[in-house]
Nanobody, 124 residues
């Protein structure tokens, strides 16, 4: 069992930065690949980034590549999403999720555990 709690969301102007954190509970945190997704009301949940349990494999959505950086600290049971050069279209609720899939995956259905989400709003 893994419980995930996101933090770090807020309101920022376009071009600004935010760092999201996701704190996890559970003894097997390091066994899970961890991903970030986002969702806007009325739209499907969208993949943002994922990092493998070792940190050796990372995948980004094309829309955030070069602007966002995912990282993890297994000693702190925490995964991070550094978001730079934010755009109004990045506005969404951001969710942290954990999967036991061996390979990094961008499909929401493959993630077993989800956090409650944190709101990110980028003003123009």
């Amino acid at each position: 069992q893994v419980q995930l709690v996101e933090s770090g969301g807020g309101l920022v102007q376009a071009g600004g930065s935010l760092r999201l954190s996701c704190a996890a509970s559970g003894r097997t945190f390091s066994s899970y690949a961890l991903g970030w997704f986002r969702q806007v009301p009325g739209k499907e949940r969208e993949f943002v980034a994922v990092i493998s349990w070792s940190g050796g494999s990372i995948l980004y959505a094309d829309s955030v590549k070069g602007r966002f950086t995912i990282s993890r600290d297994n000693a702190k049971n925490t995964v991070y999403l550094q978001m730079n050069t934010l755009k109004p279209e990045d506005t969404a609720v951001y969710y942290c999720a954990a999967t036991t899939y061996v390979r990094v995956t961008s499909t929401p259905a493959t993630y077993r555990y989800w956090g409650q989400g944190t709101q990110v709003t980028v003003s123009s």
